[in-house]
């Protein structure tokens, strides 16, 4: 009864509600027309917002935080503003998608993708980028210099050349990801392997020797040798080397805990969990995974919280707002949202 004498006197022209007050409106509209305000507001009902994979409801978010299902408010996986800050959304990248989700009143689901689409095409743009090792194995250029150090010239942006380039080291030993060496590759796999050639980015061409071994059979290890004319260049004998892969020096790069948040609930519409089931039983129990001693340069050590970058090859991170020296996954570089819904 208060809410339409409220919108009138303070000059509303619009009430805009969820859709579950439309069976309220024939009584807003009795009150303006009876008590005959100059002012005429209209009441008009919209539907909610629901994107797949989570939940909006206030009421559930809070039992999370709670009973400690999650690290608050501004846990990462929230959807809420907290939340998707401290997972280094931008308030331009959450603005596109409200425009481009659009308003309904009918029932929908926005993908989540939709979501990530939009950030991940403002940083492309906008992120410097910097290199990050997740999973580091050491490799050693046998035919390098041990007390050598050169330094490459690396775009910092090669989407914005006025953002210009950095220097980055190299030694005889260096780190590479686990994910980029195979023992025994599968088919038309183009990175490190034994006896095979791999371009070190923006770097030398080295061949995979040899493979040392710990006692206990894991990975210590790899020995490789470098092609020295071919450094931040093409090979003068005009071959071609089909991988590249990123790389760290083992002397500068610096220590880090990188975090890789994936959607909070298994299921993808959280209103089709059936009756007898709820919201817990759907809970993602892999929704973040934490990777301790990941290797990153030496300045992002330095780098003040809440700035965002690209980690080559590994997708969009921001250094964490309450965890000193951690590093948020904010999104993937891969886009799978479907460009006909872009």
Known sequence: YAHPIQDALEGITH???????????????????????????????????????TVMSKRYLRKLVEEGLVDGWDDP??????????RGYTPSAIFDFVSRAGVAKAYSVVDYELLEHCIREELNESAERRIAV????????????????????????PQKPECGTRRVPFTREVYIDADDFAEVPPPKFFRMKPGSEVRLMGAYIVKCNEVIKN??????????TADLET?????????????????????????????????????ENTADIPEDK???????????????????????AEAPAGERFQFVRCG???????????????????????????
């Open 231 to 267: 450094g931040n260049g093409m090979p003068t004998d005009g071959r071609k080397v089909k991988g590249t892969i990123h790389w760290l020096s083992s002397s500068f790069a610096k220590d880090t805990t990188v975090r890789l948040y994936d959607f909070l609930f298994d299921i």
């Open 215 to 224: 006692s206990d059979g894991s990975l210590k290890e790899i020995r490789c």
């Open 77 to 86: 996986r929230m959807p809420t503003l907290s939340g998707l800050r401290r």
């Open 134 to 157: 997740l999973h580091p194995i050491k490799v050693v250029i046998t035919n390098y210099p041990e007390d050598k150090v050169e330094y490459f010239e690396v775009a910092n942006n």
């Open 15 to 53: 009430s805009l509600c969820s859709i579950e007050f439309e069976n309220h409106r024939p009584l807003y509209e009795w009150v303006i027309d009876n008590l005959g305000f100059e002012n005429k507001p209209k009441q008009r009902e919209f539907a909610r917002l629901n994107v797949t994979h």
């Open 278 to 300: 709820t919201y817990d039983d759907y809970l993602n129990k892999a929704s973040v995974t934490e990777i301790r001693g990941a290797k990153i340069e030496e300045a992002l």
């Open 316 to 342: 969009y991170f921001v250094k964490d707002t309450k965890c000193e020296n951690v590093f948020n996954r904010i999104v993937g570089l891969k886009d799978s949202f479907p460009k006909a819904q872009k």
